[in-house]
Nanobody
């Protein structure tokens, strides 16, 4: 059964960068569209970005467009989320998720079936 694992979170200063990774140990991600989401305390889980299996379809939420970049390396079975110009309001637990369907601009959590445990990102000076 597919399981996904996030890594790369941590503490970063405002304006800094982090790169998150999403992997599936013992399994392959290459056949799944992948989405990135985040959830801050007291807030709903927010869809940030998704990428289809061949990287030809990518969507971003307005809140991260121009600052975050999603990519995938199917040879390594990893999906990345490069985050630049980070702001304190980007602090949250970040999740990757796999779907059996496709990457849609709506970035709805309801479309995703398999979730990781999340990785904490804290943006603070």
């Amino acid at each position: 059964q597919l399981q996904v694992v996030e890594s790369g979170g941590g503490l970063v200063q405002p304006g800094g960068s982090l790169r998150l990774s999403c992997a599936a140990p013992g399994y392959g991600l290459s056949g799944y569209p992948i989405g990135w989401f985040r959830q801050a305390p007291g807030k709903e889980r927010e869809g940030l970005s998704c990428i289809n299996t061949n990287s030809r379809i990518i969507h971003y939420a307005d809140s991260v467009k121009g600052r975050f970049t999603i990519s995938r390396d199917n040879g390594k079975n990893i999906v990345y989320l490069e985050m630049n110009s980070l702001k304190p309001e980007d602090s949250a637990v970040y999740y990757c998720a796999a779907t059996l369907y496709y990457c849609k601009a709506t970035l709805s959590r309801d479309d995703y079936d398999t979730w990781g445990q999340g990785t904490q990102v804290t943006v603070s000076s």
